[in-house]
C-alpha cells in the first residue's frame, strides 16, 4: 500500500455512512472534512461544513444553495472528494459545484448507497424482484428519479469521477446494467463503529421483545406492520411486537438496547443498512432481507440474521421460525462478532484508499 495520508472531503453524511468513513480514513492516517446536511444518524459536531437552513418552505431551498456555495472557497485543494450520494449536489447550481469541485481539487469518486435514477432505470424499473414495483411507489419514484434532472446530474457527476463505489448488490447490479459500467468499482460494504459502551442490555419482560421502527412504505413498513398485527394475536402470551416512530440516534441507541428482536426492512437484497448494524453491534437479533446475491457481493457465505422478503406471509413466517427455533441471546453474540469484524471500519477504510490510490 503507498502513502495513505490523503486529504479527503466527503459530501454529504447520508444515515451516517459519511460521518463513519471519515472516522475510519482519519484513524488510516488521512485528513478528512465533512461537509453535509443532517439527517436521523447525524449529530452535527461531527460535521465539518454544515448545510442546514434556518427557514422553512422554498426560501430554505434557496437558503440551502447559498450556504453550500459559501462553502466552495473552503472545497479546494483536497487528493479525493467522495460524494456519498447525488443529492447534495442541488438543481440550480450543480454545473457551479461539480466545476469548482473538478477543478481544485485531484479526483472525484461517487459512492452509491442509495436510490438513484441509475439503479431506479436498470433495476426498479425491470422489476427487481427485491424492489416493490407496486402502481403507487412506481408512480411517486418515477417522478423523484427518473427525471430528466436526475439522470443529467447522474451523467455530469460521472463525466467527471475516476469510479463509482457501490455499497450493497442491489445497487451494484443497477450500475452493471447501465451505460455506466466502465465506472464501477469494487463493491464495498458500510464501516461501522460500535456505539460507546454498546453492551447488550438484557430484556427483563419474559416476553420476546420484537422492534420496528417506522419508515417509508417503500422500506416496507407498511408490511411489516400488518405482520406484527397477524403475530400479536397468535403469540400474544409469549412475544410483545412494537412499532415505533422515528426517534433521534441517542434515543433510538437506548430503544435498541431494550429489546430482543429488530425488524428493519424488507425491500433491499442486503442486509447491511446502519439500522440492522447498529442492531447488530448492540448483540440484537435483526430481521431484515438478505439475499443470496448480496452475500456473493460481500464474497459470504453467510450473514448472521433472519431473512425476510417483502410479503407479510414472509415475516409472519419467520416471527415463527425465530419464537420456535432460534437461540435469541447466541445469535445475537455472533451478530455483534460479525458487524466488528467484517464491518470493522479499519478494514472498510484499507479498501476505499486502495481504490482512491489507483486514481491519484
Not at 19 to 46: A, M, N, P, Q, W
Not at 288 to 293: I, K, P
Amino acid at each position: 500500500m503507498p502513502n495513505k495520508q490523503l486529504k479527503c472531503l466527503i459530501l454529504e453524511d447520508y444515515s451516517g455512512f459519511g460521518v463513519t468513513l471519515k472516522k475510519s480514513l482519519i484513524h488510516s492516517g488521512c485528513t478528512v472534512k465533512l461537509l453535509s446536511t443532517t439527517d436521523k444518524y447525524s449529530r452535527e459536531g461531527d460535521i465539518d461544513y454544515l448545510i442546514k437552513p434556518r427557514s422553512v418552505g422554498l426560501i430554505s431551498k434557496v437558503e440551502l444553495r447559498i450556504r453550500f456555495l459559501m462553502k466552495l472557497p473552503f472545497l479546494v485543494s483536497y487528493d479525493v472528494v467522495l460524494i456519498t450520494n447525488q443529492s447534495i449536489i442541488f438543481k440550480g447550481i450543480s454545473w457551479l459545484v461539480l466545476s469548482w469541485l473538478s477543478f481544485f481539487n485531484r479526483t472525484i469518486f461517487l459512492s452509491v448507497c442509495g436510490m438513484d435514477s441509475v439503479t431506479f432505470r436498470s433495476s426498479f424499473m425491470s422489476n427487481f424482484k427485491y424492489f416493490r414495483n407496486n402502481d403507487l411507489l412506481s408512480k411517486e419514484r418515477n417522478k423523484r428519479y427518473n427525471s430528466r434532472w436526475d439522470q443529467a446530474i447522474i451523467k455530469s457527476i460521472v463525466s467527471r469521477s475516476s469510479r463509482v463505489i457501490p455499497m450493497a448488490y442491489e445497487y451494484a447490479e443497477g450500475w452493471r446494467q447501465s451505460e455506466y459500467s466502465n465506472f464501477l468499482g469494487p463493491t464495498i460494504p458500510l464501516p461501522f463503529y460500535s456505539p460507546v459502551c454498546a453492551e447488550t442490555v438484557n430484556n427483563s419482560n419474559k416476553k420476546i421483545h420484537f422492534y420496528h421502527g417506522l419508515s417509508r412504505e417503500d422500506k416496507g413498513s407498511d408490511l411489516i406492520v400488518k405482520a406484527f398485527d397477524k403475530c400479536n394475536k397468535k403469540y400474544s402470551s409469549v412475544a410483545f411486537f412494537e412499532i415505533g416512530e422515528r426517534l433521534p440516534l441517542s434515543e433510538f441507541i437506548k430503544k435498541i438496547q431494550s429489546i430482543d428482536v429488530l425488524v428493519d426492512q424488507c425491500t433491499a437484497a442486503s442486509y447491511g443498512s446502519m439500522t440492522t448494524l447498529l442492531g447488530m453491534s448492540l448483540g440484537k437479533v435483526v430481521m431484515t432481507q438478505n439475499a443470496s446475491q448480496a452475500l456473493l457481493e460481500y464474497n459470504l457465505d453467510s450473514a448472521p440474521v433472519i431473512t425476510i422478503e417483502n410479503s407479510v406471509e414472509s415475516i409472519v413466517n419467520a416471527i415463527s421460525y425465530v419464537l420456535d427455533s432460534v437461540d435469541i441471546k447466541q445469535l445475537g453474540e455472533e451478530a455483534k462478532v460479525f458487524v466488528d469484524t467484517f464491518h470493522a471500519p479499519s478494514k472498510i477504510a484499507e479498501r476505499y484508499l486502495t481504490v482512491f490510490h489507483q486514481y491519484l
